[in-house]
């Protein structure tokens, strides 16, 4: 299972760290990927994860201003600094049997959280 937590609101430039907690699995054999999605659209990957092959990614519209990271436990996180109105969406964590930036290589997906960024 994957828990995301850690969305709210917050003004344009603040910062949110959502967490994903995982259990029933290790992290060392998958990777982790933070999607988003806005209503009627499709949903797209922001952030990926991958400690066995050593390999993240980063969206162009959020590199410099995201990180994600693991505790090299069972949680990943995606600090999210100097936040833009147009970040709002959900945000969802999923898992995948290697670094992918296609939703459909994802086979476990967490509840996904809100985060709104407004003034």
């Known amino acids: 299972q994957l828990q995301a937590s850690g969305g709210g609101s917050v003004q344009p430039g603040g910062s949110l760290r959502l967490s994903c907690a995982v259990s029933g699995f290790t992290l060392a054999g998958y990777a982790i990927g933070w999607f988003r999605q806005v209503s009627g659209k499709e949903r797209e990957a922001v952030a990926c994860?991958?400690?066995?092959?050593?390999?993240t990614y980063y969206a162009d519209s959020i590199k410099g201003r995201f990180t994600i990271s693991t505790n090299n436990g069972n949680t990943v996180y995606l600090q999210m600094n100097s936040l833009k109105p147009e970040d709002t969406a959900v945000y969802y964590c999923?898992?995948?049997?290697?670094?992918?930036?296609?939703?459909?290589?994802?086979?476990?997906w967490g509840q996904g959280t809100q985060v709104t960024v407004s003034s």
């Open positions: 994860i991958d400690n066995a092959r050593r390999k």
């Open positions: 999923a898992r995948a049997t290697s670094y992918s930036t296609f939703s459909s290589d994802y086979d476990r």
